[in-house]
């Protein structure tokens, strides 16, 4: 195949004050809109008007330097594309956006081709002190991309929109070895050219990009049968202030550490990764989603983990509490409908036709031999066509005045029920009466699962004191249970305090140095990730 063709292109870029396609935002369902009414009232805020950037502080001749080294054209330093590289999609970052604050705006957007130009353009920010943050898709939820900026000579993001080849495909092996800036949809687009498929949806996939898949250590929709985005890298070349890193020369070794691990999750502050090999599979020949209904979370908790110690798990599988299956947010067609009630989960099946049936038929018997309740097809169709658009909702919420967010953790079987009650109860106090807490299980394995809050509240006068307040009690919650602060979101600089505790000062002790070793003048995304 031909290693520099041109990839299919994402035309359209993310909404700087909300998610996704600002074409794609609809107002509240009539039936959701009839819920929140009810629960929190209605206070319909005024649309975002556009607000002017503070100016460029990087001085001329700097940016001279970067335009010889890239060309002019790859160079920006006008409103409109600084403005779509500030900061990521939490609440957060969509509330200061909507209330006139881009204060953590780059002074230019610097767009490298190759590996080399990446090489360069460290190699000049570590000569005049600028700092450098790496920019995929723009999808972080936790302050990712909102580096320290104090004490350099200017901020760069260093936008990887060029990079987008697939560079190498091993069909023998199954391996691919793609560029960082594809985004989700480019990446299975030629790779489905090729008869593959790279299996990764998390709720982000849209826009998210494969250099952010592997910076965030990200875990998908359908992880339970493909396996988590980290599990499917078998290789990594990164530029770093020290030189090129290339890593995974053999499927798997003995061979100290895995350095790949090192880098995987480390969100830009150890280095920029300019292609990434991974583990591919055949194309899907069949792809079936069907819903099952349990009487309670436990109850379905207890099916997920019977089903991933028999080692039967499906493709996909998730469950949502009592309290999120009411207002049928695993089905975004009918938000604020009529619910079955109990527990919803949702199975999903993919592969050839004998290997889906054979696998159906034998989850199928556990979950009915456990009391599980087959709804049939429509309600796993429902939960396909919607999987990528809670993001949305979450903005036509924000936009009647109702604070949401949320937040993930994950932790041992035995240790799930604490879990979930404590971070339940830390939302609760702190947002106060009559807030929203829904949960569900979002990726299982045999030893324990994943926990995914959304909160919703009313807002307050000052809604991202109020939600800083309440994302501090669960995160001392979680910590406080003994569960990890992040299981698919990343560190950023969100969670930096609770991740120190999570590893203890050994392990802080470990990742300062080697940022100090690999980036000693400190320009990578300065304050991100590393406690």
Not at 207 to 230: H, L, M
Request: charged share 20%; glycine share 12%; net charge negative.
């Amino acid at each position: 195949m031909d290693a520099h063709q041109d990839p299919p292109r994402t035309a359209v870029e993310m909404n700087p004050t909300g998610w996704g396609d600002a074409a794609a935002a609809t107002a509240l369902p009539d039936a959701a809109r009839g819920l929140i009414e009810m629960v929190f009232g209605l206070d319909d805020r005024p649309a975002t008007t556009s607000v002017e950037l503070p100016a460029p502080g990087l001085a001329p001749e700097l940016l001279d330097g970067l335009r010889d080294l890239l060309g002019a054209e790859h160079v920006r330093t006008d409103d409109e594309t600084r403005r779509l590289r500030t900061r990521g999609k939490s609440t957060p970052d969509l509330l200061k956006a909507r209330a006139g604050d881009l204060s953590d705006a780059p002074d230019a957007v610097v767009r490298p081709g190759t590996h080399d130009d990446v090489t360069a353009l460290l190699a000049y920010a570590v000569e005049h002190h600028l700092a450098v943050v790496p920019f995929g898709g723009g999808t972080s939820v936790t302050g990712g991309l909102a580096a320290r900026r104090e004490g350099y000579a200017g901020l760069l993001s260093l936008d990887l929109i060029r990079m987008k080849r697939l560079l190498a495909v091993d069909h023998e092996s199954m391996t691919a070895t793609l560029e960082p800036g594809l985004r989700g949809p480019e990446a299975e687009a030629l790779l489905a050219a090729e008869g593959l498929t790279l299996g990764h949806y998390p709720q982000s996939f849209e826009y998210a990009s494969i250099g952010g898949f592997a910076a965030t250590r990200s875990s998908g929709q359908s992880s339970a049968g493909y396996g988590r985005f980290d599990a499917l890298v078998v290789g990594l070349t990164v530029a770093t202030p020290q030189g090129e890193l290339t890593l995974g020369s053999a499927p798997a070794n003995a061979a100290g550490p895995d350095l790949r691990q090192l880098v995987l999750g480390s969100e830009g502050a150890f280095g920029v990764i300019t292609s990434v090999t991974v583990r591919v599979r055949r194309l899907p020949a069949v792809k079936v989603y069907e819903g099952w209904r349990w009487p309670s979370f436990d109850d379905g908790a207890a099916a997920m983990r019977t089903l991933a110690q028999a080692g039967l798990l499906p493709t996909v599988i998730r469950l949502s509490d009592e309290s999120e299956t009411a207002i049928n947010l695993a089905r975004p067609d009918e938000i604020g409908g009529e619910s079955a009630g109990g527990c919803m989960m949702i199975t999903g099946y993919e592969g050839e036709q004998e290997a889906v049936d054979a696998k159906r038929a034998a989850v199928t018997a556990v979950l009915t031999g456990l009391g599980g309740d087959p709804l049939g097809e429509e309600p796993g169709r429902s939960w396909a066509h919607g999987r990528f658009n809670a993001p949305y909702l979450r903005d036509a919420l924000l936009d009647v005045g109702v604070l949401v967010e949320t937040l993930e953790t994950a932790t041992f079987w035995s240790n799930r029920d604490r879990l979930y009650a404590d971070v339940k109860a830390a939302l609760t106090a702190s947002l106060g009466e009559g807030t929203i807490v829904l949960c569900h299980i979002s990726h299982v394995y045999e030893t324990g699962c994943s926990l995914y809050f959304t909160v919703a509240a009313k807002e307050g006068a000052d809604p991202l004191a109020q939600w800083q307040v309440a994302k501090a009690a669960a995160s001392d919650a979680m910590i406080g249970a003994g569960a990890t602060i992040t299981h698919h979101h990343a560190v950023g600089t969100d969670h930096k305090p609770w991740f120190a505790q999570e590893i203890g000062p050994v392990g802080v002790s470990i990742l300062r140095a080697v940022k100090a070793d690999l980036d000693p003048t400190g320009i990578l995304n300065p304050g991100v990730m590393v406690p």
